[in-house]
Every structure is written in C-alpha cells, then in structure tokens.
C-alpha cells in the first residue's frame, strides 16, 4: 500500500496511522489542519503521542527534519497548543 503520509519526512507507519485513524489521509490534509490541529486530533483519539509528534508534524509540513525546527518554532506551537481549541 502507498501511504503518501510515510513518504513525508518524519512520518512513519505509527504516526500516519494515527492520522489515518482521525480523517488526515494525505499532505492536503495535513496542510489544511495544520500541526497544532492534527496533534490535538491524535490526542483527543486517545493516542499516546508525545509532543515529538507536534515537531514532527510540523517538519513534515516544512520539509524539514523535526530536531531542525527552530526552538522559537517549538514554542510557538506549544503556545498554541496551550490555547483553547478553535472549533468553529
């Protein structure tokens, strides 16, 4: 099977099950719910993730390994992650 998630940098059979497991089947998707959405999608399905799996999420949308993201990046999404969720 072709899993265009496993083909993204730091995605591997885990992680795009679990994003397969809450509706995100492709790097459209991903783009469209963004890092910060789909963690929390994971999480809230039950999934143990750790915050690894925001970076990596987010290195995936950048192309870019997840221990390269900047350190102002990782708290950035942190704080978002802190926010209440936008469930409009």
């Known amino acids: 099977m072709n899993d265009e998630l496993q083909?993204?940098?730091?995605?591997?059979?885990?992680?795009?099950?679990?994003?397969?497991?809450v509706g995100i089947h492709n790097a459209s998707d991903l783009r469209r719910h963004g890092a910060v959405e789909a963690y929390r999608a994971v999480r809230a399905r039950g999934f143990r993730a750790s915050k690894v799996l925001l970076y990596s999420i987010e290195g995936a949308l950048l192309d870019i390994h997840w221990s390269e993201l900047p350190v102002t990046?990782?708290?950035?999404l942190n704080l978002q992650l802190e926010a209440p969720a936008n469930d409009d």
């Open 73 to 76: 990046r990782k708290e950035s």
């Open 7 to 21: 083909t993204l940098k730091n995605l591997g059979k885990t992680s795009s099950q679990w994003l397969h497991a």
